[in-house]
């Protein structure tokens, strides 16, 4: 569908801002929405599209700009309020009551149906809805075990029986197979046709194409294009996502390729990932990129045993190894620095010292198995100044810390474990640049001294700056590997959306070594 | 498989197992005892579930939302004391007012364990073992330790308990379990019927889900708080009305014995599922096993205790256990009778 010009739109979005710390999640960003169009939103991670829909939705306030409803203006100060002037959101992951039943489920948000429930009404009601939507469901069943399609469509139901005019799709088929993809298309052009207008929120291009009939990129939290569907090709959209001027990083030093440490055979987890092949070579960072949902993070903890691959094979220094255990992992030299420091990676109301020996403790008892007090401290001293972690002891609280510090002292703990292979999983996301630019030091340093490294990265100027080379995955499988030489913003963002690029797919383990 | 588990969804089936083991144990029983079984049993089944009874259905309330509410026992203890004293200086009051003043005390207490829960954020079974704690001690401090007894209560609540408003051949339907009946009615009615019962179930469901949907989750846990204050207020009348004498030991244990309750009637502390009438059959079964046990040369008292304990965690294993499995079955059945148009293969097979 086009844009009949004489339709006026639903909602307008001018001239929104919005700033978290020292981050602009928004600049000056407008959007407008027509009823019955499908618009697609797209962009990298950290975009901005998620304070984009938080904004309509009412979770959070804009800094400067205004929002119009039928050409008024109005303010959206919570979900209850955004409700009420007919804005719904669905998720990736569908927000359903799994002790309730589908008609329940439908219906629970009302708040004008009477003072008592009545179940009867209630159950037709919610059949006649799904019935607009030619969805068959049993509508006395409990939402719990319903499929995640299943459970979007009782979503959708709930929005329509709102009456919903603007509905807010964030990834809705990130976790779809492509036959219920295709039965949710259904219910969107349902949608549409009854006058709803649809923010359809992306990662796969092929999708967007299918369903929009505008798309509007969004980067580093700017208003880049809207541009009708007809209009666009997939380079062109890639390019908007990608295009900004490539910041002055820090270029990893060219060390020397040593001997190959860890190859990586068909490894895969059932519904996860599959089908990953990469080998990993001492002094080398392998930069691991792909957008949010590509399972990176999944693969680094099968690789550290946290939740073990279910098929293929680890091979360490020649050997083949079964990593069960994050224990398993260490003894054979894998260290995995988590990218949510506040929850799995760091202890924060424990100490620097207590933090940094926590996975060695067994290196620092006594005979009679007491704790070693002052080796501990010795070794969290010795990390401090070689990383330069800036606290005034190291018996402070890690809570104390500021973030870049307390990734310094993620890392000095995986470091004292000795890892011939260490995977660091956004090593700096939330970090200020000064400490970035450190962290980024001591990763290419620690690959000088022959360790071999696994960056999983979001940031694409990062990755690019550090690897040596990098794979890109995307919904759980290997796209590609790119060579440093060959890789460019353009060519890994084409690998992780999906797109055929000219580069070489699948496979590629480097030339020349065997 | 598909009609029975068309007709009854898991948690019927789990209260009709409930009931089918009440009747084995009655069946057995009758075996071993002579003279088991019979009208004055029933009656006084019927006499002592009620304080139990009431509370576990505030207790529902609470754990809907995920909740615990440990100070029942104290708030009864107090509030039965109270009521007396009160009853003993006034003996011209009415049966009324010994009820509002009741359900009134319990609501105070009910309101200060809402506060700091759904406002205060502090976690429930810290708060309420916290009020536990104070609610008792405001009973010794204000009793100065000067138990009241049926002497000096007014002739109709000692009577209280043997008011019988139905005879039935020699089974009687008495006052105390009258009102407990009403109790457990209401409530159950209010959690089937009213938005505010449903709300409850979603908040303990699925929060994250009502906070998104915009519930008014804070009031609503108070609330619960609130209606449980009450109810045990209520239970403290009933208190003094079936014993009759009310010492600083009041209700020590009564915390205990509905959460005990609930959980062996179904209701689950993972929030969002259970009814009233699941905890009240709990109460009942927990009631007629510790009355017939008693009364069981074959076992000692410490025996009676351990076999009480063994029931408990062997209806929250089965709960988890075998309920858990059959809700996944009864899931799965519903769906395939739902969209049997799709043969698509269970894993996702990826867009390319």
């Known amino acids: 569908m086009a844009i009949p010009p004489e339709k006026s739109p639903v909602m307008e979005m001018r001239h929104i801002s919005k700033r978290f710390d020292a981050t602009q999640a928004l600049d000056d960003v407008s959007l407008t929405l027509y009823p019955g169009e499908v618009h697609a939103l797209i962009g990298e991670n950290g975009a901005g599209k998620s304070t984009l829909i938080k904004i309509m939705t009412g979770v959070y306030q804009p800094d400067l700009g205004e929002m119009l409803l039928d050409g008024k203006p109005v303010e959206i100060r919570n979900s209850q309020e955004a409700q009420t002037h007919g804005i719904a959101a669905i998720y990736q992951e569908p927000m359903v009551y799994p002790d309730l039943n589908v008609a329940e489920n439908i219906f629970i948000s009302h708040q004008d149906r009477g003072p008592v429930v009545r179940w009867g009404k209630m159950y037709t009601d919610a059949e006649a809805i799904l019935a607009k939507l030619d969805v068959r469901l049993d509508v006395r069943m409990p939402a719990r075990g319903l499929t995640l399609a299943a459970q979007q469509a009782v979503e959708i139901a709930k929005a329509i029986s709102l009456e919903v005019r603007v509905l807010i799709m964030d990834e809705p088929t990130a976790s779809l197979s492509q036959h219920e993809v295709t039965q949710l298309f259904k219910l969107v052009r349902s949608l549409c046709s009854q006058g709803v207008s649809v923010l359809f929120i992306g990662h796969r291009l092929e999708e967007v194409f299918t369903i929009a009939d505008r798309i509007t990129v969004l980067r580093d939290g700017k208003w880049i294009s809207t541009r009708l569907r007809g209009e666009v090709t997939n380079d062109m959209v890639i390019r908007d996502m990608v295009g900004r001027d490539v910041k002055d990083f820090f270029a990893k030093g060219t060390a020397e390729r040593g001997d190959l440490l860890l190859s990586v055979r068909n490894l895969g987890k059932a519904g996860v990932f599959h089908g990953m092949n990469f080998d990993v070579y001492r002094g080398e960072v392998l930069g691991f990129a792909g957008l949010i949902g590509s399972r990176r993070t999944d693969v680094a903890l099968a690789l550290f045993g946290i939740e073990p691959a279910d098929a293929g094979e680890i091979v360490i220094e020649g050997r083949s190894r079964r990593v069960t255990s994050p224990d398993n992992a260490l003894r054979l030299g894998i260290a995995y620095a988590s990218e949510d420091r506040r929850q799995l990676g760091l202890v924060m109301p424990m100490s620097i010292v207590s933090n940094i020996s926590l996975p060695m403790l067994s290196h620092y008892l006594t005979r009679l198995g007491l704790l070693r007090r002052r080796k501990e401290i010795a070794t969290a001293e010795k990390f401090r100044q070689r990383l330069n972690i800036r606290t005034p002891s190291v018996q402070a609280e890690v809570a104390r810390l500021s973030g870049g510090n307390q990734q310094k002292v993620m890392l000095s703990k995986w470091l004292n474990a000795e890892p011939k292979l260490l995977i660091l999983d956004e090593p700096t996301r939330g970090i200020d640049v000064g400490a970035k630019a450190e962290v980024h030091h001591m990763i290419s340093d620690l690959a000088a001294q022959g360790i071999a490294v696994i960056m999983i990265s979001s940031d694409l100027p990062e990755v690019l700056g550090m690897s040596d080379r990098i794979l890109v995955m995307r919904e759980g499988r290997q796209m590609a590997i790119l060579d440093r030489s060959e890789a460019t913003e353009e060519t890994i963002m084409a690998a992780a959306m999906g797109h055929q690029s000219q580069s070489h797919m699948g496979v590629g383990s480097p030339e020349g070594k065997a | ?352």
Not at chain 2, 9 to 29: G, N, S, T, W
Not at chain 2, 128 to 148: K, N, Q
Not at chain 2, 296 to 322: C, H, K, P, T, Y
Request: charged share 10%; no cysteine.
């Open chain 2, 1 to 352: 498989m598909k009609t029975l588990v068309s007709r009854f969804r898991p948690e019927q089936i789990r209260l009709l197992f409930l009931i089918a083991l009440m009747i084995l144990m009655v069946v057995f029983f009758s075996i071993e005892i002579p003279g088991y079984f019979n009208a004055r049993f029933v009656n006084r089944i019927s006499t002592s579930v009620v304080v139990v009874a009431v509370l576990a259905v505030g207790q529902t309330l609470v754990f809907l939302t995920r909740n615990f509410d440990l100070s029942v026992g104290s708030i009864a203890g107090f509030t039965a004391y109270f009521v007396g004293q009160q009853m003993w200086w006034h003996k011209d009051w009415s049966p009324i007012t010994a009820v509002l003043i009741a359900l009134g005390i319990g609501i105070i207490a009910g309101s200060i364990n809402g506060v700091l829960v759904a406002y205060g954020r502090v976690p429930s079974i810290i708060t309420t073992i916290g009020t536990l704690a104070i609610f008792r001690s405001f009973l010794v401090e204000y009793s100065h330790a000067v138990p009241i007894t049926t002497n000096n209560l007014p002739r109709w609540l000692v009577n209280l308990s043997s008011v019988v408003l139905l005879r039935i051949g020699e089974v009687q339907i008495r006052a105390l379990f009258a009102i407990m009946i009403g109790v457990v009615i209401i409530f159950q009615l209010v959690l089937t019927f009213l938005p505010f019962g449903r709300r409850l179930y979603a908040i303990g469901s699925n929060p994250d889900a009502a906070r998104i949907a915009g519930f008014p989750a804070q009031r609503m846990v108070f609330l619960a708080f609130l209606i449980s204050g009450a109810l045990a207020g209520l239970a403290g009348f009933l208190f003094i009305g079936r014993y009759g004498n009310v010492t600083v030991l009041a209700g020590i244990g009564l915390e205990f014995a509905s959460i005990a309750a609930v959980v062996v009637g179904g209701v689950s502390n993972a929030g969002g599922s259970g009814t009233v009438v699941g905890a009240f059959l709990g109460a009942l079964f927990l009631d007629l096993l510790e009355n017939s046990l008693f009364r069981w040369q074959a076992v000692s008292e410490f025996w009676r205790d351990f076999i009480l304990g063994m029931l408990i965690l062997f209806a929250v294993a089965l709960d988890n256990v075998v309920f858990g499995r059959l809700k996944n079955v009864w899931a799965r059945a519903g769906l395939q009778m739902s969209t049997e148009e799709s043969n698509e293969p269970e894993v996702a097979s990826h867009v390319e």
